[in-house]
């Protein structure tokens, strides 16, 4: 084999993905380093590099540019082989232009679109040192594996001997909100549709790239609200009763007020494409409350001030979700249907491969390795069509081994469940040395859609790392409530379906409590009869997993579920406690419970067919 194995790597991540306010912020962030590197891998193919991550031919339409939500994803780090008498620094060079070119392309365009709101100075300095690219090539000899090796350790070195430039400060200009790193390029008073454009937070402040996030491209990408509130969305179109006529009446009057409710581009949520602060009583006071005082322009304090227009259409939302939400009859003798409001929780699904690593170190030739990107690429394209078509999410990327999505709560488990065998599957004939299959970790964290953006992606990020501990090949959910308290954790390594694992156990005792079977406080009960044995003195081992398990049973026992009023079977107690024979596993028990009752409510709005002046 001859010619150089090269590779380059594109950067910054922090700047385009990490650092985000708004799920725009976080979806364009990874979609336009997607576009950057995809430049960057056209132009080494175009050389006539034969590429191997990802592994397409020069020509192919899925290297062409592309600002549709479901394009391909190009990972940040290119792998090719050039061929016997190139120029590696050439096409290296080359490589970089292209890259920087596309990245310009956007910025170009965004400042564009803001006109003259933006301080050129700044946005010249800043904009022109954006992108960091680490390259490395080495002569392809015949062993293919070692010479892969070879070159990832030359990169790695170059990331670690890189120059650190102490970013340039401008007396008396705020940082940027999104990173807190670069000066701000916005100037202090701006157009009030200019704010609403950008969706600028109060005295919030943007860097270039921050701009190019919000005002780039053409799509608006769906709300971390609208997706919390698809169950109850999904459960009124289900109805076919007057609430979808109450429901299409909103949706009517946000697309005749685009300044009220953002309105979503592309395929996605296509029922309400629209945010949905709307169907929120308490967001909607927040929208309609006139400003105490007047935009400080010293302070450059932006209140979001409506106009008369918009105020009347949000009063005439009010009306139309009280009646869908409240119970009786309103004032005019109108019956109301009593669906409550959306539930506010949302999932975040971060699923990551295990030991690639070493399954790439495994690949003995440069056919296999690039067979594998081939089978990487498919399941990226799988997981989009899994986690938006399938599970009615949204995929914020999919790197090959690895994804992020925000997903309703009451199908992040069966999404997670996809995502996994999928993969599996895929990749199931590319061992590592020890003949070990690539397996998938999925973290899923449940938390409140007005929690900051960051924080929810910490608590996605944190759930992936705990299902990544131990053995890998595992599935943690986190659940964090908005009042506080230490969130619920539980992590099992995955099963395959039909054993029982964590993911069909939850669904299971979902189930029951949708169907009533399950009664609500026993989850909560549990809990509390778990405490008074941690930290048991006396009885330990068997015995006290014995006392633990016969309390539990008289617990269950006198437990009575909604509906027919029955009492759990001694069936469906034993299947509850099967594993119960300490603190740990009551108290395990005690917090999948309390999850399992999360997920039913979701089920119950996305289920639940309406039934006119019924509750849900």
């Known amino acids: 084999m001859t010619g150089y194995l090269y590779v380059l790597s594109i950067g910054p991540v922090q700047d ?78 080359k490589a970089q232009k292209a890259a920087t070119k596309r990245w310009k392309d956007y910025a170009n365009e965004a400042k564009h679109n803001a006109g003259m709101a933006v301080w050129g100075e700044i946005w010249n300095e800043q904009v022109d040192d954006v ?30 001997i890189r120059n650190f430039v102490q970013p340039p400060g401008r007396a008396g200009v705020p940082k940027s909100s999104l990173d807190g790193a670069r000066e701000s390029v916005l100037k202090k008073d701006l157009p009030e549709e200019l704010i609403i454009r950008m969706r600028l937070a109060n005295n919030e402040q943007l860097c270039a790239v921050g701009l190019t996030k919000r005002l780039g491209g053409e799509n608006v990408f769906p709300s ?17 009763e007057e609430p979808v006529k109450i429901l299409k009446e909103i949706s009517g009057i946000c697309k005749g007020n685009p300044n009220i409710a953002s309105q979503y581009s592309g395929n996605l949520y296509r029922d309400f494409p629209y945010d949905c602060d709307v169907l929120f009583p308490s967001q909607l006071g927040k929208m309609m409350k006139i400003p105490d005082k007047t935009r400080d322009n010293q302070k450059n304090s932006w209140e979001r001030k409506l106009s008369d227009s918009d105020r009347d259409a949000l009063s005439k939302i009010m009306g139309l979700t009280e009646s869908l939400q409240k119970s009786g009859k309103d004032k005019n003798g109108n019956t109301r249907f009593g669906l409550g409001e ?14 690639m690593g070493r399954i790439i170190s495994a690949r003995k030739s440069l056919e296999d390795h690039r067979e594998f990107s081939a ?39 069966e999404a997670a469940r996809d995502l996994h065998d999928v993969f599996g599957n895929l990749l199931e004939n590319f061992p590592d040395n020890n003949g070990h299959s690539p397996t998938l970790s999925v973290g899923i964290a449940i938390g409140h859609s007005q929690e900051p953006l960051e924080d929810l992606l910490g608590y996605g990020r944190a759930a992936e790392r705990a299902a990544k501990n131990l053995d890998r090949n595992g599935l943690a959910v986190h659940y964090h409530t908005r009042s506080g308290g230490d969130p619920i954790r539980v992590r099992e390594q995955w ?48 015995e006290l997993g ?26 469906q107690i034993d299947g509850l406690l099967n594993c119960v024979d300490s603190y740990e596993t009551i108290r395990g028990l005690a917090d999948q419970l309390i999850l399992a009752r999360k997920l039913a409510g979701a089920m119950r709005q996305s289920e639940e067919t309406v039934q006119t002046g019924g509750a849900l």
């Open 16 to 93: 385009f993905i990490k650092a985000a306010r708004t799920t725009r912020d976080l979806w364009f962030g990874s979609h336009l380093l997607s576009e950057v590197s995809k430049a960057a891998a056209k132009e080494i193919a175009d050389s006539e590099g034969l590429l191997i991550f990802p592994a397409l031919n020069a020509g192919d339409e899925n290297l062409n540019p592309s600002d549709k939500s479901e394009t391909f994803n190009v990972a940040n780090v290119i792998l090719a082989r050039l061929p016997e008498g190139s120029d590696p620094s050439l096409v290296n060079n």
């Open 131 to 160: 992108i960091d690219f680490y390259s490395a090539w080495v002569p392809l000899g015949n062993d293919y594996s070692a010479s892969w090796k070879r070159v990832m350790r030359l990169l790695n070195g170059s990331k670690s």
């Open 224 to 240: 971390v609200v609208r997706v919390a509130a698809d169950p109850w969305i999904r459960g009124i179109f289900a109805s076919e």
């Open 342 to 355: 959306p539930d506010p929780y949302l999932a975040i699904l971060v699923a990551d491969g295990d030991r």
């Open 375 to 413: 089978r990487l690429a498919a399941f990226a394209g799988k997981a989009r069509r899994i986690v938006e078509n399938n599970h009615h999410g949204c995929l914020i990327y999919s790197g090959g081994d690895d994804a992020l999505a925000f997903l309703p709560v009451d199908t992040c488990l």
């Open 495 to 542: 099963e395959s379906e039909g054993k029982e694992g964590l993911d069909e156990r939850l669904s299971n005792w979902a189930r029951m409590h949708y169907e009533e079977k399950l009664p609500d406080k026993a989850a909560y009960d549990i809990r509390e009869l778990a405490k008074d044995y941690r930290g048991w003195k006396g009885i330990t081992g068997k």
């Open 546 to 571: 014995k006392l633990i398990a016969a309390d539990a049973k008289r617990l269950l026992r006198r437990k009575k579920a909604g509906g027919d009023g029955k009492s759990l079977t001694q069936d």
